[in-house]
């Protein structure tokens, strides 16, 4: 986000959304500060630079920093809860009467049952409609635990960050399943710790027990050859060969001796390798994430657009900055709205420059190739004018969609008028500004911006 000057944080976040929902109120110098922020930016870079200068400028309790650190401590609980996990695990699996460890036990208990919760966890990722949109249980664990410990268990936030959804959302979720990967980290270092302490300070062995002759025998070999393959050409003596495997079959009535260490190094990096690494490269993933979401932070939930048309409302007429150029004004249902009449308008308060002028009833076929010429000459902007009370929003969003198909990332501007008796443009209804408000926010495109007409200053 060094596009925007300043890095947003889920701090930084969670203190804006607390701020929007308590609306408060921006004096006016602040109001200036955002519109200069805003300044030679468009739709989603201009919301972030703005409200950016808001949360910073409004103050107020420090929410975010409550959470997060309340997170940290719920984090460094679980990780601390699975490190003993881990190495009281090894000492679950330890034979005390055969002082030796069940190698196969070992694979399929502490290394094998992680594999199927990650495996469950990616099944359950799929079956979503986006990978960010629901919580894991243990997510919502975590979650809970760290809103009480931070003395906020309803905090207002976290209802508007779950219920708008989209990046924010996603960003909180994501900050979550990295501490859980910390977690997991935390439980196959208490693996590797019991393991080495076990060697360290006992004599211990190594087997694996069967009813059959040669079956059992065959797949144990196949599965430590294809788990040693990450570390086998450079440290081959971490991998049990067939004598190895053999040798160390128990049968009843045996006595069990120490070792062998072929065992031992191969549980041990196969618990790095396999155990660990995977929750490591899971914890990055997330990390990467959680930046992705707050870099691609859009606002377009109802009360963010609300927001932002109040304070870059305000000041708009007197700004210094240059019109766009080259706009294309749609006149959408053919209103007959003269050029002349609206362009001081549209230079005032939308700042914008018309280059083209062109009456359509609905975006048909026939006329699209006319309109996408248009727009290839108009790259700069577009601008839909449309009469207040004419609202039909499937017509309005096929029209939508269709310009956003020939110029996708071009400012995209509505101007809603109504015709006044002698056919001169007028302001619309309050409902109707609600209405067309609400439907320009349904459309949830960060570069949309909504104006009504307003007559000029006698």
Request: aromatic residues 10%; glycine residues 10%; charged residues 20%.
């Amino acid at each position: 986000m060094a596009d925007d000057g300043r890095q947003w944080t889920l701090e930084g976040l969670i203190d804006f959304e607390q701020a929007v929902d308590a609306g408060v109120e921006a004096p006016a110098v602040l109001r200036d500060e955002v519109l200069a922020a805003a300044r030679d930016r468009d739709g989603a870079s201009a919301r972030r630079a703005g409200f950016a200068v808001w949360r910073d400028g409004i103050g107020g309790p420090a929410h975010g920093a409550g959470f997060t650190g309340a997170l940290s401590l719920v984090g460094g609980g679980l990780a601390l809860v699975l490190f003993l996990s881990g190495a009281t695990g090894v000492l679950g699996i330890l034979d005390r009467a055969r002082g030796g460890i069940h190698v196969t036990l070992f694979l399929a208990v502490l290394l094998g049952v992680q594999w199927l919760v990650l495996l469950f966890a990616l099944v359950a990722w799929l079956f979503r409609r986006k990978g960010a949109e629901g919580f894991s249980m243990v997510q919502a664990l975590v979650g809970r635990l760290a809103r009480r410990f931070s003395g906020e268990p309803g905090a207002t936030w976290w209802g508007r960050l779950m219920r708008d959804g989209g990046a924010p959302r996603a960003a909180v979720l994501w900050r979550l399943a990295r501490i859980i990967q910390g977690a997991g980290v935390a439980f196959n270092i208490g693996i590797a710790c019991g393991l080495g302490g076990l060697v360290l300070v006992r004599h211990i062995g190594f087997y694996w027990e069967t009813t059959t002759d040669v079956a059992m025998h065959t797949l144990l070999e196949r599965i430590t050859g294809f788990l040693a393959v990450p570390w086998s050409a450079w440290w081959p003596a971490a991998v049990p060969d067939s004598a190895v495997i053999d040798a160390t079959r128990w049968t009843p009535g045996s006595e069990l001796p120490p070792g062998p260490a072929a065992w031992w190094m191969f549980l041990l990096m196969a618990t790095l390798v396999w155990g660990m690494l995977p929750r490591l490269l899971l914890w990055l993933l997330a990390w990467r994430c959680e930046r992705k979401a707050l870099a691609s932070l859009d606002f377009q939930s109802r009360a963010h657009r609300a927001l932002w048309r109040d304070l870059s409302g305000a000041g708009r007429e007197d700004t210094s900055e240059k019109p766009l150029d080259g706009v294309l004004v749609l006149d959408v249902g053919g209103g007959g709205w003269r050029p002349d009449e609206l362009r001081p308008f549209l230079l005032r308060r939308l700042r914008v420059n018309p280059a083209a002028w062109h009456p359509v009833a609905v975006l048909d076929d026939g006329a699209e190739d006319l309109v996408s010429q248009a727009l290839a000459k108009a790259p700069a902007g577009v601008v839909l004018l449309a009469e207040g009370w004419a609202l039909s929003p499937p017509r309005m969003s096929a029209l939508h969609r269709r310009v956003r198909a020939a110029a996708p990332d071009c400012p995209l501007r509505f101007l809603v008028a109504n015709p006044s008796e002698h056919g001169m443009p007028k302001a619309p209804e309050e409902s109707e500004r609600a209405e067309w408000e609400r439907f320009v926010d349904s459309l949830r495109d960060p570069d949309a911006e909504v104006f009504f007409y307003e007559a000029p200053p006698a």
